[in-house]
């Protein structure tokens, strides 16, 4: 006898209320019309129903396949293959630890655990009251800046366990905290927002810039023909016109 067990197909999701559900689909519509095809608005549908609802719930999952005359399969095989899709309420900060190589072996792996042991939470998991969760993230795109913690999708470059600890004690104590490159931080659910297409109405938002700093930029100015720190002369590329006759 096989040791499978069977369970009962999940019930049909709720809709929305109907107050809800029209204050969506005006927004749904005006981010579906952007695509030749309905179904490319997939993406943006799921961070619009995650800014809703602070995850993407069986809910959000039948509304998007409503609007888009999709399938909530078809919709689901997306909203779980994309990590930034969270299928648990995230919090109002959601802490996402890079525990890649570079960051990991630079202190990304212990930065998650005393995160973790600090906060009371597992991975993927959220604070009682709601104002931090914390994940693992496979990486934050920005090994020059290792080891990196991104808060709402925002940097903290060059973290230590004890400034990562501060940080979120910083953020459960409603206290303003500006990341090292970007925007200020705003909730995760106004993140969500901003993801799915619609501006960052936040007065000086726009002109906080997240542009590369000098880490970022150093193998650039190596391959423009500067000197290598500390040995004058001596160039990792020189300048693309040395030696030529062009």
Not at 42 to 66: K, M, N, S, W, Y
Not at 68 to 92: H, I, K, N, S
Not at 123 to 133: A, C, I, L, Q, Y
Request: charged share 20%; aromatic share 6%.
């Amino acid at each position: 006898m096989s040791s499978t067990e069977l369970g009962l197909p999940a019930l049909p999701a709720k809709p929305y209320p109907p107050e809800v559900a029209d204050r969506l689909a005006a927004d749904a519509r005006e981010l579906i019309d952007r695509y030749p095809q309905s179904r490319s608005a997939l993406l943006p549908l799921l961070h619009l129903v995650q800014a809703e609802d602070g995850c993407v719930t069986p809910t959000g999952i039948r509304f998007c396949a409503e609007q888009l005359d999709l399938t909530t399969a078809e919709v689901t095989a997306v909203a779980t293959f994309y990590t930034m899709y969270r299928r648990r309420p995230a919090g109002e900060y959601h802490v996402g630890v890079c525990t890649n190589t570079l960051c990991a072996v630079l202190g990304g792996d212990q930065i998650f655990e005393e995160l973790s042991e600090h906060l009371g939470i597992a991975n993927n998991r959220t604070t009682e009251d709601g104002s931090v969760s914390i994940e693992r993230i496979e990486c934050n795109a920005a090994c020059d800046y290792a080891p990196v913690v991104m808060v709402n999708w925002e940097f903290f470059d060059n973290q230590t366990p004890q400034s990562a600890k501060q940080l979120v004690d910083q953020l459960r104590a409603g206290q303003e905290v500006s990341p090292t490159r970007g925007a200020k931080l705003c909730s995760f659910k106004e993140t969500s927002r901003i993801l799915a297409g619609f501006a960052d109405e936040r007065p000086g938002a726009n002109d906080e810039s997240g542009a590369g700093g000098a880490p970022s930029l150093a193998g650039l100015r190596l391959a423009k023909g500067e000197a290598l720190p500390g040995t004058p002369g001596a160039k990792v590329v020189s300048p693309r016109h040395e030696g030529t006759e062009a």
